[in-house]
């Protein structure tokens, strides 16, 4: 059966830190580029980050360039989303996603389609 399960959410002060896992299951995950995604309450969904198959490429929205990083062990099957420098503008739910296509921007920014997508985990920024 194939899975994506994220994990790590919380809640966190501004200015904190959290650390999101990806585990894959169920299909050839070393073949897929990974990305994250989320949505905020009344939003739309936004790319956050993506990750080529290997881990040799990665791509990052604006408003998370600087403050998240995007790292991946296929030997695990995990997908790793380091947060830092939190706002409370990233409060949403955080989706990750096996699309069957290159990371980049249009990776990012293209609507579903044949895609595996994780139940999310929820993260808040608050004081």
């Known amino acids: 059966q194939l899975q994506l399960v994220e994990s790590g959410g919380g809640l966190v002060q501004p200015g904190g830190s959290l650390k999101l896992s990806c585990a894959g299951s169920g299909f050839s995950f070393d073949y897929y580029a990974i990305g994250w995604f989320r949505q905020a309450p009344g939003k739309e969904r936004e790319g956050v980050s993506c990750i080529s198959s290997s881990g040799g490429l990665t791509n990052y929205a604006d408003s998370v360039k600087g403050r998240f990083t995007i790292s991946r062990d296929n030997a695990k099957k995990t997908v790793w989303l380091q947060m830092n420098s939190l706002k409370p503008e990233d409060t949403a739910v955080y989706y990750c996603?096996?699309?069957?296509?290159?990371?980049?921007?249009?990776?990012?920014?293209?609507?579903?389609?044949?895609?595996?997508w994780g139940q999310g985990t929820q993260v808040t920024v608050s004081s």
């Open positions: 996603a096996a699309r069957g296509m290159p990371c980049g921007s249009y990776y990012l920014t293209a609507s579903p389609g044949s895609d595996y």
